[in-house]
């Protein structure tokens, strides 16, 4: 039997894609409610129906949630910093969130000069009673943030062999071309906070693919594109690494991409790169293609504005509950309003998924909400009607007003749903073939180095 068939598997923070691929031709896809559905146990399941095929390699993007990326669900993780920068993580563009508790918070009396000349040594002495506080702490990861360590690394492999020592994970800044010590530092923070749910992720899935692929040909696709297996440093980057992948498809077409999935809604511009995350805890070094969240998403609330009239509110819902159609939702979302869509019905994860009650309990809120608005007489079929056009225009202009190249591929679950609002875009071309971003992830991933 010859290993020619390759896996693709896209997990998001609700859904996971996978994709069976025969050269280019599709054998099986599958989307998983992760609400609903176990990760390892939807994926053991899509592979023992196809025992038959060899999977030569598996490609997979993770993404992790930004509320799980919070020490206090992820774990807390001891920072030991030079003396006198101890707070700079919050330094810069950060939200308020904080990546440890001020108690891990730990500084040493080392310096290290720009030009790389020491001006005070590190005392192993510090680092041995650092390392005795925190293993009292149970706390068994450290991160080492000594000042121009990426021009002389001495006091931080110094650190690194006595935290190690101790049976203590050490987390260090990787080595690139950045000189700001604020994103670098803040990056090697949340690879560290992030590392232990990666590897129960990762542990997942292994175990789900274990009787049809074997562990050494499953690769991880990176925020540039590239593939790894076990790098630890590469975990917060692999949080983009699908939306990149989208878009290095069509580099060479000078396209962009704008993907309507059911998560959320991103228009990729492959022809320009970023070299920073805006995250919750502010600046990240993470280099990928430009990604840009739109200011419509899925599972955008509803509301009345200042005037009385629909609107959309600032709000993502999310699937957990999710759209009140599908049952457990408290509040009305964009994606209520194709409720009773058959597109939206037969989309491949959904199937089943909306309830009668739902359905109504939506209708009834906006019933509601028409009561209190501006025109009490409109009829919920109008109202749903208006907003579903305004839902589409608001995306359309987005992608239009932003995009960065001419042309543009618009893929994911929902691209059919919107295709009407494109049909004047003579630039524009629906991807007519679902689960974009497993098949985006396949494609990348074969054409990156080992």
Not at 56 to 72: E, G, Q, T
Not at 390 to 412: A, C, D, F, P, Y
Request: charged share 25%.
């Amino acid at each position: 039997m010859q290993n020619s068939f390759m896996l693709g598997v896209s997990v998001g923070e609700s859904f996971a894609e996978y994709i069976l691929l025969d050269g280019s031709n599709t054998v099986a896809a599958k989307r998983a409610y992760l609400s609903r559905e176990n990760l390892k146990n939807s994926l053991q399941q899509f592979l023992s129906t196809h025992k038959d095929k060899g999977i030569a390699k598996a490609f997979v993007s993770l993404r992790i949630s930004d509320k799980l990326m919070d020490y206090k669900l992820s774990g807390a993780v001891a920072h030991v910093t030079t003396e006198g920068f101890e707070n700079w993580l919050e330094l810069r563009g950060c939200s308020g969130s904080a990546l440890t508790s001020s108690e891990l918070h730990f500084s040493v009396r080392e310096r290290v000069l720009a030009s790389g000349q020491i001006l005070h040594p590190l005392d192993d002495q510090e680092i041995e009673g650092i390392a005795a506080k925190i293993l009292l702490m149970n706390i068994k990861k450290v991160c080492l943030h000594f000042l121009h360590a990426n021009i002389n690394p001495a006091h931080e492999k110094q650190a690194l062999e006595l935290f190690k020592a101790k049976g203590i994970e050490v987390y260090i800044p990787e080595k690139t071309e950045n000189q700001d010590e604020v994103t670098r530092w803040r990056k090697n923070a949340l690879n560290a906070t992030v590392s232990g749910l990666f590897q129960d992720l990762k542990k997942d899935l292994l175990e789900g693919m274990k009787d049809a692929v074997s562990e050494a040909s499953v690769f991880f696709v990176g925020a540039e594109g590239e593939i790894f297996q076990d790098e630890t440093h590469k975990c917060v980057g692999s949080l983009f690494g699908s939306y990149s992948a989208l878009g290095l498809q069509y580099q060479k077409s000078q396209m962009d991409v704008l993907h309507l999935g059911l998560e959320d809604f991103v228009l990729i511009s492959p022809n320009s790169w970023s070299n920073t995350w805006e995250s919750p805890w502010g600046k990240v070094e993470i280099k990928s293609v430009q990604i840009r969240p739109l200011k419509i998403q899925p599972t955008m609330g509803l509301k009345l504005n200042s005037f009385k009239h629909f609107d959309f509110s600032n709000s993502i819902e999310g699937w957990e509950p999710g759209p009140m159609s599908i049952g457990r939702g408290q509040k009305p979302t964009l994606i209520d309003l194709w409720t009773e869509n058959a597109k939206l019905t037969k989309t491949e994860g959904l199937q089943d998924r909306t309830v009668a009650a739902g359905i109504q309990k939506f209708k009834t809120a906006l019933l509601t909400l028409v009561k209190s608005s501006y025109d009490r007489n409109l009829e919920i079929s109008t109202v749903i009607k208006e907003m579903q056009s305004l839902g589409m225009q608001k995306i359309v202009m987005e992608s239009l007003l932003h995009r960065q190249n001419k042309k543009i591929k618009v893929t994911g679950p929902l691209a059919e749903l919107f295709a009407n609002g494109f049909k004047k875009d003579s630039n524009a071309t629906i991807d007519d073939q679902d689960f974009a971003e497993a098949r985006a992830v396949v494609a990348v991933g074969m054409k990156a180095k080992v």
